[in-house]
């Protein structure tokens, strides 16, 4: 298995790694944000817009063509940086790679009123679901007056203010602002494709090494956010904390907390305690999200109204299990490998690849970052997830209720 780490030449980090006989290839490439959006929505309406037209293809023909060469390709926004990706058959590599930069490059914007209205519409179903309300609420509140903590209640809060000009300034500014990170991952030799990712990415602005000022969330006090849904027939509840991101030591032993406490589904003490004993959930889970910046770390329950109490009283005590207990070995143990093996799950296709790669790139991390992770996973002791649950569980933290 061959892999080669260059660059393009405006800068571009590119990452290749040759999978042998795979008949699609996988490409992505990441721009990060450096500076915020002026209101919340716009980058999220500008992600969208890609795939509405350019100055030589209508959506309809940029769909169509992308149909009778099986192309899948897309744009998406994540907090920190603007993701777009392809999968292909080998022997269309250059047309998807033409379509794509056609994409990035010439995009009018022109479908600007009717994507909006498009947008809007389906935030608010989306947010019809209780679930998708508790976790609007959560966000908001932890994040608040930051723009990880930019929602979907928040965007349409701002809808009505946002103009294509502003939408066209952000392009602009994430164009020309941004660290550029390229990943391929396939069966096509590298100097096959490297003249062909040259002449058609390498004429993008000068990736940059600059990072903007970012302020770093912080939480210094409990916040409680409450929502009544007048029909709802469950009571949904999300708990959370602001934690440590990437490079801290204490990543690699969050990470296996999360796994012990919620994410390993039927395992995992939420679940066991919970739902099995206690007969409280529908659902129960935990969560730890890494971002640039920061991490959140939360507990969600989906139960009947009148255990809310009973259920947060749940919380309280496996947090305070995990804070005075030390792990067994076996469980510790068992949490490794579980994280291991899901890590190997999510990296079986091309497409995964390409994508995790330029994840950790993006963050400047490394493209190999996944690999030394699982180093320092298997390194975690009993005695770090203790430190970390007392040091990061405390009485700072955000609880947010949906109920009826």
């Not at 990712?197 to 770093?216: Q, R």
Request: charged share 25%; net charge negative.
């Amino acid at each position: 298995m061959e892999s080669k780490i260059s660059t393009l030449k405006n800068n571009t980090e590119f990452f290749y790694k040759r999978n042998p006989n795979t008949p699609r290839v996988a490409l992505c490439l990441n721009f990060s944000i450096e500076e915020p959006e002026k209101c919340a929505g716009i980058h999220a309406l500008m992600s969208r817009l890609f795939m509405q037209g350019t100055k030589t293809r209508s959506a309809q023909q940029i769909a169509e063509e992308l149909d009778a060469y099986a192309i899948e390709l897309s744009a998406e926004l994540k907090q920190d940086y603007l993701r777009f990706r392809f999968v292909c058959l080998n022997e269309d590599f250059a047309k998807a790679l033409e379509i794509m930069t056609d994409i990035i490059k010439n995009s009018t914007f022109e479908e600007f009123d009717k994507e909006l209205a498009k947008m809007t519409g389906e935030i608010v179903a989306e947010l019809d679901s209780p679930r998708g309300k508790v976790s609007d609420a959560y966000y908001k509140t932890i994040f608040e007056n930051h723009p990880y903590g930019n929602t979907y209640t928040k965007i349409l809060e701002n809808a009505d203010n946002i103009k294509k000009q502003d939408v066209i300034d952000a392009y602009n500014s994430i164009i020309t602002k941004s660290r550029k990170v390229l990943t391929f991952v396939g069966d096509l030799a590298c100097d096959e494709i490297l003249s062909t990712l040259n002449e058609n990415l390498g004429s993008l602005p000068y990736s940059t090494s600059e990072e903007g000022e970012k302020d770093i969330p912080v939480l210094n006090e409990k916040k409680y956010a409450e929502i009544i849904k007048k029909d709802a027939n469950q009571a949904h509840i999300l708990q959370g904390w602001i934690v440590p991101t990437y490079l801290s030591e204490d990543y690699p032993p969050l990470v296996l907390l999360n796994i012990i406490l919620g994410a390993s589904g039927l395992s995992s003490r939420l679940f066991l305690e919970l739902r099995d004993k206690k007969g409280l959930a529908y659902v129960v889970r935990s969560s730890f999200e890494p971002f640039d910046l920061c991490g959140s770390f939360s507990i969600y329950i989906a139960t009947e109204p009148k255990n809310i109490e009973v259920s947060l009283a749940g919380f309280k005590e496996e947090i305070e299990k995990i804070k005075t207990i030390p792990v067994s070995d076996e469980e510790l143990e068992n949490a490794k490998n579980n994280i291991i093996g899901k890590w190997a799950f999510m990296q079986e296709t091309n497409c995964q690849q390409a994508c995790l790669a330029a994840h950790y790139g993006i963050q400047g991390l490394g493209f190999d970052f996944n690999e030394k992770l699982k180093e320092k996973i298997k390194l975690v002791t009993s005695e770090q997830l203790q430190n970390c649950a007392n040091k990061y569980f405390n009485d700072n933290y955000v609880l947010a209720v949906l109920k009826p």
